[in-house]
């Protein structure tokens, strides 16, 4: 019986609407879609199913692995649409193409796509997006006009704190064309920088093919420098010290004046500059901008220029726009209770066990009084009170808390989920492995190598039958890293068969379950005491502090005390 009933569930990503929700997202779809025609935005809808060509190729090409595809009765590949802007400009060019410029068009619609690698779990594969599309403009004007519309968006829905951060992708570009890196070095930087992951930064720098050691340690400080280009006009004032390349100039300027022309609009406090924002940069062409709020790790609206899609569909013209995400604007909204606002207290999620003490160890170091962390019996969530460094205070001084409240909040979490917790904005910020990190591989902002936990990633086995064994049809390796396992051997062109364990997977080889493992090694004293050997290392490991995209922007200053305070060493 029980069975039965499960074939009646929705599929794995996807979910019923219930009535009470049901009501709330069609009052808010109604609002949105009232203030987007009010302001001049025609209403538009487009099929479900659109030809595969529109996002093979150019500059709306989505990846193969992000897409959902059905088949005509003639047999020809059809795309179940993964976006919303794509077919509003396919409409623009063609079936509108009579209107002249400016066209303001809104759409209310679903898509349907695959996380793209690397992306959040957080939401469903189903998107409900409420987007605006402007074509026919290029002036910052039109630029500042949307983004104005999605801040009065947000405010309509009945969202209070919320800030709009900007970027301009011309000012990325800009600094690659000066460091003259090939166009696979400059994607590679591009992500690292978008996952502000200064460290991966370094190491991707030494390969990099650059014309001397002087431009690698420029290049190599600037974008370290890139991802804490944050927050007030202050971040344009150190980007123009950063770089006098015109392409880098004509972006600052451009961004100046989208900026200036919103604060005119008494709109500034909800704006903040964000120079490190290089998401999608082959797509956006110039500013580009993403709503955050402290209920949710996540942006929940997103947007940019992005004037080389209508071209690509025959019809030159500049193109702006952006898109919410309403089941994350409705999920913000019901964490937004009047009375509560944005909770200040900065919570960090650790992981459990050896690297948990040592953390401890470190925050105490700092100041901060981590008894109850030490001893929680079952509880769950504890907090660590500041006290101030002993050492650094003058006898019987009070020191000031740089955390709100004077405390933060630690949450005991399984190695695994730590991740999870900060990725999904319950968390502020984590302490965890970056073997947990490569394997959950979810869009974190890496603070701080915190040089504890050190092991290395290895492949292990059976020194003397590693060569037969790696020579068989079908190697198994069983892991407690499935994704790391698939990636790495996929690498080298290796096919495996991964046996996924939950833990002393060094038993697996022993009793014949696998030909080999993939798994952290610390002192190789496990390895050893079961006559198995190191074949291959991955790479080293260490825990890191990770922080989600969202508090790094709204806590920054206690985000910052406690990077401080976790550098701090005994
Ligand atoms: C880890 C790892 C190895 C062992 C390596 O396991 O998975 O089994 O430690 O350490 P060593 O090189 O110092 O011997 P853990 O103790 O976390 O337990 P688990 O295997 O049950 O996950």
Not at 263 to 279: P, T
Not at 357 to 375: K, P, Q, V
Not at 398 to 406: I, M, W
Not at 524 to 542: D, F
Request: glycine content about 10%; overall charge neutral.
């Amino acid at each position: 019986m029980t069975e039965s009933r499960a074939l009646w569930l929705p599929p794995q990503g996807f979910a019923d609407t219930l009535p009470d929700d049901y009501a709330r997202a069609a009052r808010l779809r109604e609002r949105l879609s009232s203030l987007f025609a009010s302001r001049g935005y025609a209403g538009i809808g487009t099929p479900l199913i659109e030809p595969r060509a529109l996002f093979q190729s150019g500059p709306g090409r989505m990846p193969e692995s992000q897409q959902w595809k059905t088949y005509a009765p003639d047999g020809s590949i059809l795309v179940i649409r993964p976006d919303n802007t794509t077919p509003a400009v396919r409409l623009a060019c063609s079936r509108l193409a009579h209107l002249p410029p400016p066209i303001r068009l809104h759409y209310i619609q679903t898509a349907l796509r695959y996380p793209s690698p690397g992306a959040t779990g957080v939401g469903g594969l189903e998107l409900h997006q409420a987007g605006v599309e402007m074509l026919g403009e290029t002036a910052p004007e039109a630029d500042a006009e949307v983004i104005a519309l999605a801040i009065e968006a947000l405010r309509s829905a009945g969202l209070e704190s919320f800030q709009i951060d900007i970027g301009q992708v011309g000012f990325f570009k800009g600094l690659m064309e000066e460091a003259g890196l090939a166009e696979a070095d400059a994607e590679r930087m591009r992500s690292l920088v978008e996952a502000k992951n200064t460290l991966g930064i370094t190491l991707a720098l030494r390969d990099a093919a650059l014309p001397s050691e002087a431009e690698r340690s420029r290049i190599a400080s600037r974008l370290q420098t890139l991802p804490t280009l944050f927050g007030g006009i202050g971040a344009m004032n150190d980007a123009r010290r950063m770089s006098g390349h015109p392409r880098c100039r004509a972006a600052l300027d451009n961004l100046d004046a989208v900026y200036a022309l919103l604060d005119s609009r008494g709109l500034s406090q909800y704006l903040s500059i964000d120079l490190g924002m290089v998401h999608a940069i082959n797509y956006y062409t110039g500013i580009v901008f993403r709503g955050l709020t402290g209920h949710l790790g996540q942006p929940l609206l997103s947007g940019g220029r992005y004037d080389d899609l209508p071209a690509a569909m025959g019809r030159p013209m500049g193109a702006v726009g952006f898109g919410i995400e309403l089941d994350q604007l409705l999920t913000a909204l019901s964490r937004e209770l009047p009375e509560r606002g944005v909770d200040p207290v900065l919570t960090l999620a650790v992981a459990k066990g050896r690297l948990a003490l040592e953390a401890f160890g470190r925050l105490e170091a700092a100041g901060m009084d981590c008894s109850e962390a030490r001893n929680p019996g079952r509880k769950l969530i504890v907090e660590a009170r500041y006290v101030g460094a002993s050492s650094t205070r003058p006898e019987g001084s009070a020191q000031e808390s740089p955390y709100p409240g004077g405390r933060i909040r630690l949450m005991l979490v399984k190695p695994c989920d730590v991740p999870t917790y900060v990725d999904h904005g319950v968390a502020d910020a984590g302490v965890v492995g970056k073997d947990t990190l490569m394997e959950e591989n979810r869009p974190l902002y890496e603070l701080l190598d915190l040089g504890i936990g050190k092991c290395r990633l290895c492949v292990a086995g059976s020194q003397e039958r590693s060569g037969e064994a790696a020579q068989a049809a079908s190697y198994r390796v069983a892991t407690k890293y499935p994704n790391i396992a698939r990636e790495f051997f996929a690498r080298r062109g290796q096919p495996i068969q991964i046996i996924p364990l939950g833990g002393s997977v060094e038993l697996a080889p022993l009793a014949g379950l696998s030909d080999a493992i993939l798994d952290i090694v610390e002192s190789g004293g496990t390895l050893k005491a079961n006559g198995l050997a190191v074949l291959e290392e991955i790479c080293p490991v260490s825990a890191r502090l990770v922080v989600n995209r969202v508090s790094l922007k709204t806590k920054t200053a206690a985000v910052r005390a406690l990077v401080k305070a976790l550098e701090a060493r005994e």
